[in-house]
């Protein structure tokens, strides 16, 4: 997957939109600045979001952190993946350790291009 395909929030999570459906994971700086994830929570499949919802938990040795949905719609798929091994996360943010698919109805006005999330990162000093 290219990362210029995908869309950031500023709380650094990506979504890839493919027609009506959003795979959704966090960052590789988000990852990076939780350290070495050891505990994941997700969505059931089915789960109605509105956008800024808790769409997951990432917990690592540092902290834990709330992942926020991007989107309006519903949860179609999960990364049963990152129940046993959360590390995937660590390891590949992008593709392996992607979060949840949804069927969206809406997505967040305030989407990032890679550009855009690289230049915000850049100012913060991350």
């Known amino acids: ?3 210029s395909e995908l869309k950031y929030t500023r ?3 990506w979504l890839k939109v493919e027609g009506s459906r959003a795979r959704v994971g966090i ?3 988000a990852q990076e600045a939780l350290g070495d994830v050891v505990f994941v929570e997700l969505p059931e499949v089915g789960k109605e979001m509105e956008i800024g919802d808790v769409l997951g938990v990432v917990e690592s040795v540092k902290a834990a952190s709330d992942v926020y949905s991007p989107c ?7 990364n049963d993946a990152l129940l046993s091994h959360p590390e995937l996360l660590n390891r590949d943010p992008y593709g392996e350790g992607w ?3 949804m069927e969206f ?5 305030d989407l990032l291009t890679e550009e ?3 230049a915000r990162l850049a100012e913060e000093g991350k």
């Open 1 to 3: 997957m290219r990362k």
């Open 11 to 13: 709380e650094h999570e």
């Open 27 to 29: 960052t590789s700086y």
């Open 72 to 78: 309006r719609g519903k949860v179609v798929a999960v």
């Open 99 to 101: 979060m949840v698919e």
């Open 105 to 109: 109805t809406e997505l967040a006005s």
């Open 116 to 118: 855009e999330y690289e």
